[in-house]
């Protein structure tokens, strides 16, 4: 049986990212871009991460130029633009398509895992993974990740597993 914990994701900083590393523990996986209209939900992403961290809860973004061409910049400098203007500390992956056939694999597996509907369509699409490795939940670009709806999710997760 696949989990998210199977799948491996190029690190932002260079090396990989083994979701491995994180069995156990809740993720919030998050296709994000620099030079888009829900960028500032970065500023959410870190609030979330930096209240639910100590939980166990791991956010996890994943970068990608699929959607209007809004993430064209290298690794560093998407890097550079998180921790510069959000201070971005949790961890992230290198630019990687999430949607269609060239989707890397995890994205590729929470399509089918969570559905059409869940498909990302733009930027800022939120997965929230179980401890099991499980997707549970999804939330689409207009959700902001300090929402009720995703902050109730996170607390049902960490209760419920």
Not at 55 to 64: F, L
Not at 84 to 92: A, C, I, K, L, Q
Request: hydrophobic content about 35%; glycine content about 10%.
């Amino acid at each position: 049986m696949t989990t998210a914990y199977d799948f491996t994701l190029p690190g932002l900083e260079g090396g990989t990212l083994d979701l491995s590393a994180y069995r156990g523990h809740p993720l919030l996986i998050v296709n994000t871009a620099s030079k888009c209209g829900f960028t500032p939900q970065y500023e959410g992403l870190q609030s979330v991460w930096s209240q639910f961290k100590k939980a166990g809860v791991m956010v996890i973004g994943v970068p990608s130029n699929d959607f209007g061409q809004q993430e064209p910049g290298t690794a560093t400098d998407i890097a550079s633009f998180c921790h510069r203007n959000y201070g971005v500390s949790f961890p992230m992956a290198a630019r990687c398509p999430v949607k269609g056939s060239n989707a890397v694999p995890l994205f590729q597996w929470l399509n089918t895992e969570c559905g059409f509907l869940a498909r990302p369509r733009w930027n800022f699409y939120k997965y929230l993974i179980n401890k099991h490795g499980k997707p549970v939940a999804w939330f689409s670009s207009v959700t902001s990740p300090t929402s009720p709806r995703v902050r109730d999710a996170i607390e049902r997760v960490l209760l419920n597993g």
